[in-house]
């Protein structure tokens, strides 16, 4: 009998217990619910406010028939009523074999700085070894910008206004049309406002073939010094130059070397060229530009001593 009336009083407070946490949890559920819906309208709300911010973007525009001749154009979401956007103009790398438009590297954190103020993004493919060796390859990074300047108007782009930027490969070869504007010319491109050239260590190419060298040049490059020469911004460097930013990682024996060279070189034709030593890997000069910080400001500061209007979208003061 004790023992039933024991089993009673523990029932009897387990009961009392779930009523009390019942009572709590139907008293918790409304202000629950209402946390629950404030912060499912708060993802919301900025999912919202992410779409609106993204870029549009056009896939494969060609510019020739290759199938590599094809460029991606980032629209600016909220583009200015009043002004064309100014184009930032980007060539990847790859050793001239390798290499895609769509890599990370090469968009992700350009496309969130710049698009949000207003810039047209292009990245671009070109043909590549063993279809196109690097003065061909030149001529297609000229053909694509050529294609853009002629379509700029209709993305809401100002065609005079392109900042040529490039990475590795893809900086040896805007350099090449920068140093000397005639191959760009020949293909049909307009002048722009200047290049951008991250972290090319083949700004001239005789010294590194005639010394020991990574394996990669050797398909790029081959034997011919004429060759070699034609391929050279340093070599081909004239007074109708535009004017160049040359990133450097001081981590690596050559490059800033070669840079140094490329704007003394410069400097002495009469044509505007600065060096930017960072203290940082090949591949980060290219993947952190475009993240807050030194780095993205210094190249800003290039980029908007080109143009007052390239100045004013860099405004730091804008969100």
């Given at each position: ?10 029932y009897g407070a387990v009961w009392r217990w779930a009523a009390s946490a019942g009572v709590v949890f139907v008293l918790a559920q409304p202000a629950f619910a ?286």
């Open positions: 009998m004790a023992c039933s009336s024991a089993r009673k009083s523990r209402t946390t629950l819906r404030e912060r499912i309208q708060e993802r919301r709300a900025k999912a919202q406010d992410a779409a609106e911010q993204s870029p549009r973007v056009l896939r494969d525009v060609p510019y020739g028939t290759h199938p590599k001749q094809r460029m991606d154009i980032y629209l600016p979401a909220n583009p200015s009523e009043t002004s064309a956007a100014p184009v930032i103009f980007m060539v990847h790398g790859g050793g001239w074999r390798v290499g895609d438009k769509n890599a990370a590297s090469v968009v992700q954190n350009k496309i969130a700085r710049w698009s949000p103020r207003g810039f047209v993004f292009i990245s671009i493919n070109n043909r590549l070894l063993p279809d196109a060796d690097p003065l061909e390859q030149a001529r297609d990074v000229a053909r694509a910008l050529a294609t853009a300047q002629q379509q700029a108007s209709t993305w809401g782009a100002d065609p005079g206004k392109f900042i040529l930027m490039g990475h590795s490969a893809g900086a040896h070869l805007v350099a090449l049309l920068a140093a000397s504007p005639t191959l760009a010319r020949e293909s049909g491109a307009a002048p722009w406002l200047g290049t951008v050239a991250l972290d090319s260590a083949a700004l001239d190419v005789a010294p590194i073939m005639q010394a020991k060298h990574f394996n990669l040049y050797d398909p790029a490059f081959g034997i011919d010094p004429a060759y070699w020469r034609a391929v050279s911004p340093l070599q081909v460097l004239d007074g109708s130059a535009r004017p160049v930013l040359t990133v450097c990682s001081s981590r690596r024996e050559d490059s800033c070397a070669q840079a140094r060279g490329f704007v003394a070189k410069a400097t002495s034709l009469g044509v505007r060229a600065q060096v930017l030593s960072q203290d940082l890997s090949h591949g980060d000069i290219n993947q952190l530009l475009g993240k807050p910080g030194a780095y993205t400001e210094a190249v800003e500061a290039f980029m908007a001593s080109l143009s007052a209007p390239v100045a004013s979208r860099l405004d730091s003061s804008k969100p």
